[in-house]
Every structure is written in structure tokens, then in C-alpha cells.
């Protein structure tokens, strides 16, 4: 017999579509400004300044909505994501893709969604139904192919592979530490202090930045800040929206849109125009994105095994100081 969702579940699950939707739009269109940006930045300048720009307009927010600062619990997380996603990651993936053509920096970097969802079975006991994993290797298959067809004549260093590798990893172990933190602390702080972390370890770039920053054109120095304030700021926020309210593998999976949007707004901002297989790339991009969030009650089921451990770990322990109840944005158990 068919089961009728209840409405505050379906609102719920819409609203971390729309929110993944606005991520994955976003870090698309940062393409466009990096190619800008890194001209006139080195990679450590460009991650500090786009970091500072984006703590910048996370604060102000948190000031406009009085959001305090995180509950203890949530801290653990938030440091180590801030670390190794806002942080580390930003600088390896900038100095990377200066060092490789664009089809090893797609082929190394885009690994970082299936550690993602291993990581989050192993450390978070997240599913991983064949669905998810089909979806995800016919993605990374689109995502290798968008990045073969768009590459030049440029060429692949050993420096730059391990730099992208890295770059694969640091996000992988940010998305997973930051999942829990998400239980105990609401998107917009988790962001924020995040974001923090990631600027306050980019710190020693702070010299570079200044110095580049004077004599940079004013076209490289906006684009950095549309990445802090619109691809960080926005973005990862609504990421933590969505995360919230998911799996970490299906969240990752979800990324791999990406590139068959950056192939739509290079056309549409640069004026290259895609070939039959970049095309064909990007479509498989899409299509596996559309495998692995796909499926009966697929998303249903999802958010409802994570809704459980947390009113059952509320009913112990009860909630944090700042934490709010999400149960009613999750779907009801299914009942035989």
C-alpha cells in the first residue's frame, strides 16, 4: 500500500533540493572566476582572499540574524573541516590545477566524491545502495570525459597530480567531519566558523596577498571576491543546508553536476563552444547524478535513518544549547 508523505517531510526534502541546486550552481560559476582571478593571485593569495571575503559576509549575516557561536559538541568538526576543506583544500586544489591539464586535474580531483561516500560508510555508517554507486561511476566517467575534451596541449607534473590528490582527500575529510557537527549546530554556524578556520590557516599567505592585491586588475581582485562572498559565503551554507539533511555520499554524488555546468557557462561567459564529446561528457554527468538520487523513497529513507539516532540521542542527552529540531523538516518513519 502506498504511503502518502507528510507535508513537513516533503517541504523539508524540497528545500535541500533547492539548496543543493544553488550549491552545485554556484561552484560551477566559480570556474569563470578563477580563470579570472588566478592570473593576477598566486594559489595561497587568491584561497586567503576569497576566505576573508566570505568569514566577512558569513559575520555580517550572523550579526543580522544574532546566530551565536556554535555549541561545544560541534567543534570538533567544524576545526577539522575548516582545516582541511576551506583551507588546505582551496590551496592545493589552486596550486594544483596550475600544474596539470584539465583532464588529470578531472580525473584526480573528482575521486573526492567517491572517498566521500566510502568515508561516510566507514566512519558515519551511511548506505551505499547500488543505485548511489552506479550513479557515481558513471558520473565520474562524464566528469573525466568533460575534462579529456576541454584539456589543451598542457602538461601533467607529478607535483601537480599529488597536489590535486591531496586536494580529493582534504575534501573528502571535510565533508565527513563536518556531517556530525551539522547535528549539534545549524548550517550557517558550521559555515561561518568554518570558514574562519579555513582563513585564519591561510594567514601566512597574508603578504602574498597584499603585495599581489596592489597591482592586480581590478576585473582578477572582484572575481575574488564574487568566490568569497557567493561560491563560499552562499554555497557552502546551502551545502550545509543540504548535508544536513542526507547522506555525505549522496551529497557528494550530487557534485558531480558540476562540470556539466561549467561546460554550459564557459560556452555561455568564455564562448567556448562544447564539442559533441564534452557534450556527451556533461550528459553523463547529469545522467549519473539523476542514477544515484533516484530510486523508491530513495530520499525518504535517507533522511529518516538519520533522523532516528538523533530523537533517540535527544531523548538521552537532550539538545545542545543553540541546537534546533529538525524533525519535522525530515520525513516520518515508515511504519509496517
Given at each position: 500500500?502506498?504511503?502518502?508523505?507528510?507535508?513537513?517531510?516533503?517541504?523539508?526534502?524540497l528545500?535541500?533540493?533547492?539548496?543543493a541546486?544553488?550549491?552545485v550552481?554556484?561552484?560551477?560559476?566559480?570556474?569563470v572566476?578563477?580563470?579570472?582571478?588566478?592570473?593576477a593571485?598566486?594559489?595561497g593569495?587568491?584561497?586567503?582572499?576569497?576566505?576573508?571575503?566570505?568569514?566577512?559576509?558569513?559575520?555580517?549575516?550572523?550579526?543580522w540574524?544574532?546566530e551565536?557561536?556554535?555549541?561545544?559538541?560541534a567543534?570538533?568538526?567544524?576545526?577539522i573541516?575548516?582545516?582541511?576543506?576551506?583551507?588546505f583544500?582551496?590551496?592545493?586544489l589552486?596550486?594544483?590545477?596550475?600544474?596539470?591539464?584539465a583532464?588529470?586535474?578531472?580525473?584526480?580531483?573528482n575521486?573526492g566524491?567517491?572517498?566521500?561516500?566510502?568515508?561516510?560508510?566507514?566512519?558515519?555508517g551511511?548506505?551505499?545502495?547500488?543505485?548511489l554507486?552506479?550513479?557515481?561511476?558513471?558520473s565520474?566517467?562524464?566528469?573525466?570525459?568533460?575534462?579529456?575534451?576541454?584539456?589543451?596541449?598542457?602538461?601533467?607534473?607529478l607535483?601537480?597530480?599529488?597536489?590535486?590528490?591531496l586536494?580529493?582527500v582534504?575534501?573528502?575529510?571535510?565533508?565527513v567531519?563536518?556531517?556530525?557537527?551539522l547535528?549539534?549546530?545549524s548550517?550557517?554556524?558550521?559555515?561561518?566558523?568554518?570558514c574562519?578556520?579555513?582563513?585564519?590557516?591561510?594567514?601566512p599567505?597574508?603578504?602574498?596577498?597584499?603585495?599581489?592585491?596592489?597591482?592586480?586588475?581590478?576585473?582578477?581582485t572582484?572575481n575574488m571576491?564574487y568566490?568569497?562572498?557567493?561560491?563560499?559565503?552562499?554555497?557552502?551554507?546551502?551545502?550545509a543546508?543540504?548535508?544536513?539533511?542526507?547522506t555525505a555520499?549522496?551529497m557528494g554524488?550530487?557534485?558531480?553536476?558540476?562540470?556539466?555546468?561549467v561546460?554550459?557557462?564557459?560556452?555561455l561567459?568564455?564562448?567556448?563552444?562544447?564539442?559533441?564529446v564534452?557534450?556527451?561528457?556533461?550528459?553523463?554527468?547529469?545522467?549519473g547524478?539523476?542514477?544515484?538520487r533516484?530510486?523508491?523513497g530513495g530520499?525518504s529513507r535517507?533522511?529518516?535513518?538519520?533522523?532516528r539516532?538523533?530523537?533517540?540521542?535527544g531523548?538521552?542527552?537532550?539538545?545542545?544549547?543553540?541546537?534546533?529540531d529538525?524533525?519535522?523538516?525530515?520525513?516520518?518513519?515508515?511504519?509496517?
Amino acid at each position: 500500500m502506498n504511503r502518502l508523505v507528510p507535508r513537513p517531510a516533503r517541504r523539508g526534502e524540497l528545500l535541500a533540493a533547492g539548496a543543493a541546486a544553488v550549491t552545485v550552481v554556484l561552484w560551477a560559476s566559480a570556474f569563470v572566476s578563477i580563470r579570472s582571478a588566478g592570473t593576477a593571485y598566486s594559489p595561497g593569495a587568491l584561497a586567503l582572499g576569497r576566505l576573508l571575503a566570505g568569514a566577512l559576509t558569513l559575520g555580517v549575516i550572523c550579526l543580522w540574524r544574532r546566530e551565536g557561536p556554535p555549541p561545544r559538541a560541534a567543534w570538533r568538526g567544524i576545526a577539522i573541516s575548516g582545516l582541511l576543506w576551506f583551507g588546505f583544500y582551496m590551496v592545493a586544489l589552486n596550486w594544483g590545477e596550475q600544474q596539470v591539464d584539465a583532464g588529470t586535474a578531472a580525473l584526480v580531483v573528482n575521486v573526492g566524491p567517491i572517498l566521500i561516500a566510502l568515508l561516510g560508510a566507514r566512519l558515519l555508517g551511511d548506505a551505499m545502495p547500488p543505485r548511489l554507486l552506479a550513479g557515481m561511476a558513471v558520473s565520474f566517467a562524464g566528469a573525466v570525459t568533460v575534462g579529456l575534451s576541454m584539456s589543451g596541449e598542457g602538461g601533467s607534473s607529478l607535483l601537480g597530480v599529488v597536489l590535486c590528490l591531496l586536494a580529493a582527500v582534504a575534501y573528502a575529510g571535510g565533508v565527513v567531519a563536518q556531517k556530525p557537527a551539522l547535528g549539534v549546530a545549524s548550517p550557517l554556524q558550521v559555515t561561518t566558523y568554518g570558514c574562519l578556520v579555513g582563513a585564519v590557516a591561510c594567514l601566512p599567505f597574508a603578504g602574498q596577498l597584499v603585495s599581489e592585491a596592489a597591482r592586480a586588475p581590478l576585473s582578477a581582485t572582484l572575481n575574488m571576491v564574487y568566490l568569497g562572498v557567493f561560491p563560499t559565503a552562499l554555497a557552502f551554507t546551502t551545502w550545509a543546508y543540504a548535508l544536513a539533511r542526507t547522506t555525505a555520499g549522496r551529497m557528494g554524488a550530487t557534485t558531480y553536476a558540476v562540470p556539466a555546468l561549467v561546460v554550459l557557462m564557459s560556452w555561455l561567459a568564455l564562448g567556448e563552444v562544447p564539442g559533441p564529446v564534452t557534450l556527451a561528457g556533461g550528459a553523463l554527468c547529469l545522467a549519473g547524478v539523476a542514477v544515484s538520487r533516484s530510486g523508491p523513497g530513495g530520499a525518504s529513507r535517507s533522511a529518516t535513518a538519520m533522523g532516528r539516532p538523533a530523537r533517540k540521542q535527544g531523548r538521552k542527552r537532550g539538545r545542545a544549547p543553540g541546537q534546533r529540531d529538525e524533525a519535522q523538516d525530515r520525513p516520518l518513519p515508515d511504519r509496517a
